[in-house]
């Protein structure tokens, strides 16, 4: 039964081989976009799950006002590890040190040294692995303890260096730049980054002898992390730590730890703002095991691409099985007189449906493989937007992704061949027989629904691609208060070089000048663009505010093309006075203060002592952390050159012959930085990485979006073609009754139209109310850009009369003798 249910499927498959070849195709599509999306979401999603205690374990971080500035950071002091280990029973254990963001500078022989790589690292204290279980493959990682030079490496870290992973007792250079001499580690442990996979994204750990820090370790801050013991309820215990922290910093800052000293909350809250000028403190506690999606410090977290992406892939799926379905209706009344016979002839309900089953079953087995050829070809250009890595084939994930996709299958039978395959079976044979049969009001309404849907999805889509990029268009075209374009920045690696006053940098500022290409050069303590300066508090009638101080040079601000809107800038000539009485402000800070005119003096904060300093200019906000933050209150100086080093060297480049000018600096800099490994930074690029993420949602959208209207496209083409050829009688009527091939487009049209305009009024509310909640991520947005729903509607409509007049006009252009000849 089953072969010969096969044989009539196929045959009925190649009568209808277009309709079959849009099923097929649309369905593919539709399952390579999902099998791509569930690549990359097994990933995403499975850092930090290869342990079940990792659900208990928990990362800290501060989020406090302090001066009237929101500060946050993901580092916090000491003192909070003392406070959990001694007063939080409920905590197994704590560990703290430097688990993000630093570098290790690596290489196999001391000749290598053009050749060396980069790695992150990790600095942790001897609680950490009771905290963070990492299991070695290779070794014991607690033996990273030995002594200062012994590591633990990562899997992958050790195949890309040494090629194996047997690398136990193996020694690698630590080039530790030009102030510090070179140092050896020796690899104590191996762990498999590929079956424990970390968010810290670490490729080496060693041990942190905390009693180094002395008693300076309650103040230095830490990365700090804890695991809860069972059974207790997080919540009520992350509540205890935080006000266990608030009282404990208000004891330390108010020089008296004592712990017989009771301090309500209110009341420790009250000297923070006393002695430090907080107004409001909390701590974050975030998970382990979901700090690779969601990360309170994230403005754009993966958790966001990850819900965008589930959603596309859902709807792509949904949408191949309305194809389907919508299609197999559309057959349903060429069907009708093949069911009225097998009914005749003594066929059963079960076994017609069986039978559909079989043809929709073998459309799906096509379909599945041509999306893998399909998401094997699309594989390089994904990784492309999704600045990833990832593989189909020869992946850990491969059989997972498979039996997924495998489950999805077996839905997408039963979700898109079941409703069809009732109908058709349930068809009275009496009523087919006659010739008198139609397809009833209902299947003709859940049609219309189906393609309501498609289209809806499809037009919500488009327009939220064109709002993203009209978005990120201001965003690009946006002026940020500098010159981005041909600036340029470098780090200067030794100590005494950044000491340097501009009396002593002269020589070098000379020699570099001297560069044909060179236009101009100057130095701040930090680069112009997502590069944070030091904190220092200003006042004025005694309103205080905490600002971001950049130390700079005198020419600082015309190199880098910022703009004085009041008063000036700093002046060579005038450095004497300017470095210990002058001060210039951004817009911001100016306003905040409370300040009307320049030349007015206010008071800092230096070095414990408040001084008094005169406000002699007011620069244009520069937007230096891009566009989700509002600009912060910023001043800047140019004081304190022993303390405040000027490591940032910053170029002004010329437009012509600029690989040949940064070669020439290369080779100057050999000579002024001896030793170094200079890595330039280019504002433009430092800029358009800060915008990437969203960059990649808006290429995500748009091609997810492209590939939903093509499914949708494809759907219409066979309904509007089957509807011609159902019609062809009426249509020969009314031509012979004088009716004009633009009347018979128009009456052809005018159902789908109505139906897409259905969709597109659905579509631009969707779109509306997901774009206005997108555009809360950032500070400065444009007003929302009705033009691009006006031209994505139009589009819709003209693409939509055009698939259809297409499909149309060969049925307008039969004989109608031949269409009418046998009535």
Request: aromatic share 12%; proline share 2%.
């Amino acid at each position: 039964m089953f072969k010969l249910n096969l044989k009539i499927a196929w045959r009925n498959l190649w009568k209808n081989k277009t309709y079959a070849a849009i099923n097929i195709f649309g369905l593919a599509i539709g399952l390579a976009g999902f099998m791509i999306i569930l690549l990359y979401i097994n990933k995403e999603t499975g850092y930090d799950k290869w342990n079940p205690a990792l659900k208990r374990t928990f990362i800290v971080s501060a989020d406090f006002t302090k001066n009237g500035a929101e500060n946050k950071g993901t580092k916090i002091k000491g003192l909070l590890s003392q406070v959990i280990d001694e007063q939080i029973p409920e905590v197994e254990a704590v560990a703290i040190g430097g688990i993000d963001g630093r570098k290790l500078d690596l290489r196999t022989n001391k000749q290598d040294k053009e050749n060396s790589n980069l790695f992150e690292y990790a600095a942790v204290d001897s609680n950490f692995f009771k905290v963070y279980p990492l299991q070695a493959i290779r070794g014991r990682m607690e033996d990273i303890y030995s002594d200062k030079n012994s590591v633990a490496i990562s899997y992958s870290a050790a195949v890309k260096i040494f090629g194996t992973a047997e690398v136990l007792g193996k020694v690698l250079l630590n080039n530790r730049g030009v102030n510090f001499p070179e140092a050896s580690l020796v690899i104590k442990a191996v762990w498999d980054d590929r079956t424990q996979p970390s968010s810290f994204g670490f490729d080496f750990i060693k041990g942190d002898d905390l009693s180094a820090y002395g008693n300076q370790i309650s103040t230095t801050p830490f990365t700090t992390i804890f695991k809860l013991k069972n059974g207790f309820n997080t919540e009520e215990v992350i509540y205890k730590i935080n006000d266990a922290y608030i009282i404990a910093l208000a004891k330390f800052q108010n020089g008296n730890s004592n712990a017989n000293l009771k301090l309500t909350k209110s009341q420790a809250l009250k000297i923070l703002k006393e002695k430090e000028g907080i107004t409001s403190i909390k701590l974050i506690t975030e998970t382990i095991s979901n700090l690779n999606l969601s990360n309170f410090y994230t403005t754009n977290p993966k958790e966001n691409t990850i819900y965008i992406l589930c959603a596309l892939a859902s709807f792509l799926i949904i949408i191949s099985c309305i194809n389907y379905t919508n299609l197999a209706l559309v057959l349903a009344q060429t069907r009708a007189k093949e069911v009225g016979v097998k009914k005749v002839l003594g066929a059963y309900k079960w076994s017609l449906i069986q039978q559909f089953f079989t043809e929709t079953g073998i459309q799906c087995f096509i379909a599945f493989l041509f999306a893998l050829i399909f998401a094997e070809l699309l594989l390089p250009q994904v990784n492309y937007i999704l600045t990833d890595n990832l593989v189909l084939f020869n992946s850990s994930h491969t059989w997972s992704i498979l039996g997924q996709v495998g489950l999805i299958l077996i839905a997408i039978l039963f979700l898109s061949g079941a409703y069809p395959a009732i109908v058709l079976a349930r068809f009275l044979p009496a009523r087919v027989l006659k010739g008198n049969f139609s397809t009833s009001n209902q299947i003709g309404s859940l049609r219309k629904g189906l393609v309501i849907f498609q289209f809806t999805v499809a037009i919500a889509l488009v327009i939220s691609f064109g709002v993203m990029f009209a978005q990120l268009s201001f965003m690009k075209q946006k002026d940020i208060g500098l010159a981005k374009d041909q600036l340029m920045s470098v780090s200067i690696a030794g100590f005494e070089k950044r000491k340097l006053n501009p009396a002593g940098f002269e020589g070098i500022k000379s020699r570099l000048l001297s560069i044909d290409g060179v236009a101009a050069v100057t130095r701040a303590t930090e680069q112009p663009i997502n590069d944070s300066g030091f904190e220092d508090n200003i006042t004025y009638n005694n309103n205080t505010l905490s600002v971001e101080s950049r130390y700079i040079d005198p020419n600082y601000f015309q190199t880098i093309g910022a703009e004085i809107i009041k008063g000036r800038g700093y002046d060579y000539n005038l450095l004497a006075s300017d470095s210990t009485q002058s001060i210039v402000l951004n817009e911001t800070a100016f306003k905040q203060l409370g300040l009307s005119k320049n030349n007015t003096q206010i008071i800092i904060d230096r070095n414990d002592e408040k001084v008094k300093v005169n406000v002699v200019g007011v620069l244009k906000d520069i937007q230096a952390y891009g566009f989700e933050s509002a600009i912060m209150p910023t001043a800047y100086l140019v004081s304190d050159y022993p303390t405040h080093w000027r490591r940032s060297i910053i170029f002004r480049l010329k437009t012509h012959n600029l690989q040949k000018t940064v070669a020439d600096i290369k080779i100057a800099w050999k000579n002024i930085d001896p030793g170094a490994n200079p890595k330039f930074l280019y504002a433009d690029e430092v800029f358009a990485k800060m915008n990437s993420s969203y960059e990649i949602s808006e290429k995500i959208i748009f091609s997810f979006g492209v590939v939903t209207l093509v499914i949708s496209i494809f759907g219409l083409v066979g309904f509007a073609a089957f509807n011609a050829k159902m019609r062809i009688k009426e249509i020969a009527v009314r031509r012979i009754l004088g009716a004009t091939t633009t009347s018979l487009l128009k009456l052809l049209n005018a159902d789908f139209v109505k139906l897409v305009l259905i969709a597109m009024f659905l579509a631009d509310i969707l779109a509306f109310i997901y774009m206005q909640k997108w555009f809360g991520t950032f500070a400065y947005r444009i007003n929302m850009p009705i033009t691009v729903f006006l031209v994505v509607n139009l589009s819709i409509i003209l693409i939509t009369i055009l698939t259809v007049s297409l499909q149309s006009i060969r049925a307008i252009k039969e004989n109608p003798v031949k269409a009418l000849k046998y009535e």
